[in-house]
């Protein structure tokens, strides 16, 4: 349940509102829009008296909530938010993000070529994989903690924010110390038990799309880390798993403008893994930018003949330069910047 309040209310007139709700038993969450402030009943609202609340002065309407996610419900959260990755990258709003960088790090050379040339480009931030969640147990499966840190070497030669993939509880200490914006992959989201410890970091998670799961059920994942604590998440479509075997997945651009509908969490869009082939990188970029992402996550390679992993889908980063003008053109279609 929601109670949104009346324009001009008084903070005597919110009060009374608060502890009404919490007096039906429920934590009150207080959501204060540019235009609107509501109130959202955070547990079981059965007990919440729907009349009594409506007639409260201050109170315009009370709405009941029928999704199980709250706090990424834009019902409890009208306005889109706007999430800080750190070095003054922000994702959400008018400016869109574009995250680019190898599928893995492989040496220093490689991540730190890459790392400028996609920053000469105007990429926002580097991804790049230390840990990789591999189907063969017999393919590279990263650097690891060595990774992170040519990682951040790359990050101290041009500044740009890092992303990196996390795959277990152990290895939280040190991304909450050296990875600025911290990404869960399509196989953990819905590892409950990671998601509720990640949930109690204090840097911003990007929740990628499982292989097959629903909306709803990416949105709930999200759900997962802010009931935690965590309100700092960012969504990324990557694909679904379909019948289709000429790409690599589907690549599900009606996900972006339902989650807009639904949520108030930013999206972004991967297409590299979603079609896993470099020829239609471009093509799906543009259409994600026109569908109404907030950025892009994508993979450069400075030698993707000889890529340790997903070499197929990555771009190099003379292509990588070509793109972001076009993605520039698009985004101004749309009434967004790069």
Known sequence: MVVIMKPGFTQRELEE???????????VMISRGSETTILGAEGDARGLDEEKLSQLPGVERVMRVSEPYKKANRKYHPDDSVIDIGGGVKVGGKKLTVIA???SVESETQITAVARAVKESGAAALRGGAYKPRTSPY??????????????EAKEQTGL???????????????????????????????????????????????????SSTIEEWL?????????????????????????????????????LAVKTL???????????????????????????????????????????????????SITPYDFAALMPKLSQVAGCVGREL
């Open 139 to 152: 393919s590279f499966q990263g650097m690891g903690e060595k990774g992170i840190e040519l990682l951040l």
């Open 17 to 27: 509102a608060v502890r009404s709700m919490e007096q039906g038993g429920v934590k």
């Open 263 to 313: 949520s108030h969490l930013p999206v972004v869009v991967d297409p590299s893994h979603a079609c896993g082939r470099a020829a239609m990188v471009e093509r799906m970029s543009m259409a994600a930018i026109a569908a109404g992402a907030d950025g892009l996550i994508i993979e450069v390679h400075n030698d993707p003949k000889n890529a340790l992993c997903d070499g197929a889908q």
């Open 101 to 103: 960088g190898p599928c």
């Open 220 to 256: 709930m994942s999200a759900e997962y880390i802010m009931a935690a604590g965590n309100d700092q998440v960012i969504l990324c479509e990557r694909g679904i798993r379909t019948f289709e075997t000429y790409t690599r997945n589907t690549l599900d651009l009606s996900a972006v």
């Open 161 to 211: 924010p890092i992303v990196t993939e996390l795959m277990s509880p152990d290895q939280i200490p040190l991304f909450e110390e050296k990875v600025d914006l911290v990404q869960i992959g399509a196989r953990n989201m819905q590892n409950f038990d990671l998601l509720k410890k990640v949930g109690k970091m204090k840097k911003p998670i990007l929740l990628k799309r499982g292989l």
